[in-house]
């Protein structure tokens, strides 16, 4: 039987439609990023664990948006302490993130060995201790390294504020500080690791996520492991240290999107005291 012209035609019509839908579907279908499902996966994963630094984030989450399921984490922190008494000093340094009468040792600062994390202590102590004749150059050399540094150097100026203490600095050293973070994350927005994570984190802990890139906060969403995690871990010792470092900054990172406000409670309790 031969088809008419006419029906050659309506058949052709038929298939590109249906071939269309085919494409289109599958489209319309396609999950948004859904922030809400992303915050409740990480709460999840996050929940139970056992790192100590973990938990000094988990309980200045706690106290930043009252996230319930982390009340107990400056609890289960010092269980920690209790339990590895080869890594006490240090952990008692950074017990002061989230207690201002933290009992600290004499010996204790000397167990901070990573220039990183010298930066952040002088700033965590600051009101305390006082800091540095040098350490606005001590900031302004970690800058220019970039990195893990640059973030750092952005935490410590957190924590600087947040305690009170005088720091004299160039004129719009600041203000570099916070576009060189943006830079980290802007110019690929479409990938996400923890270095980038940790920037996002920090500029929003300091005020300014408005500078951080909206495409990159749904990639963020769109890269979440199924079981609420970011990043990777395996049997390696860093690589855990990995997998939980970038979860608690995509759920910080993701906690100030979904709960905008003019103000928040300082990251450290020695500022709400």
């Known amino acids: 039987m031969k088809l008419s012209k006419r029906r050659i035609l309506l058949l052709a019509l038929c298939i590109t439609v249906l071939c269309s839908l085919l494409v289109v579907v599958p489209l319309l279908t396609h ?23 973990a938990l000094l984030w988990l309980d200045v989450i706690y106290r930043r948006f009252g996230i319930t399921e982390f009340a107990d984490a400056l609890q289960r922190y010092d269980q920690m302490l209790t339990e590895h008494p080869e890594e006490a000093s240090l952990l008692r340094v950074f017990r002061c993130i989230a207690d201002y009468d933290n009992p600290l040792q004499a010996e204790d ?31 302004d050399r970690a800058a220019s ?39 980290i994350i802007n110019s690929d927005p479409m990938t996400v690791d923890d270095l980038k994570l940790e920037a996002a984190a920090f500029l929003y802990l300091a005020g300014q996520g408005g500078l951080v890139d909206d495409s990159f906060v749904e990639r963020v969403i769109l890269s979440q492991n199924d079981d609420g995690s970011w990043g990777h871990s395996s049997d390696d010792q860093e690589a855990e240290y990995w997998h939980w470092h970038s979860t608690i900054l995509g759920l ?11 103000s928040y409670p300082p990251v450290l309790d020695s500022a709400s005291t």
């Open 31 to 53: 999950h948004e990023p859904n922030l809400q499902n992303a915050i409740a996966n990480a709460i999840d994963f996050l929940e139970d664990t056992q790192e100590p630094y």
């Open 109 to 139: 600062l000397q167990a901070v060995s990573l220039p990183s994390d010298i930066i952040i202590v002088h700033a965590l102590y600051c009101d305390q201790l006082g800091l540095p004749s040098d350490y606005s150059k001590m900031l």
């Open 145 to 183: 390294q970039g990195g893990y540094h640059l973030t750092h150097v952005l935490l410590a100026w957190i924590w600087v504020q947040e305690n009170g203490c005088e720091l004299a600095l160039p004129n719009g050293f600041i203000d570099e500080v916070y576009h060189a973070n943006a830079a």
């Open 252 to 262: 910080l990172l993701l906690l100030h999107v979904e709960f905008p406000a003019d």
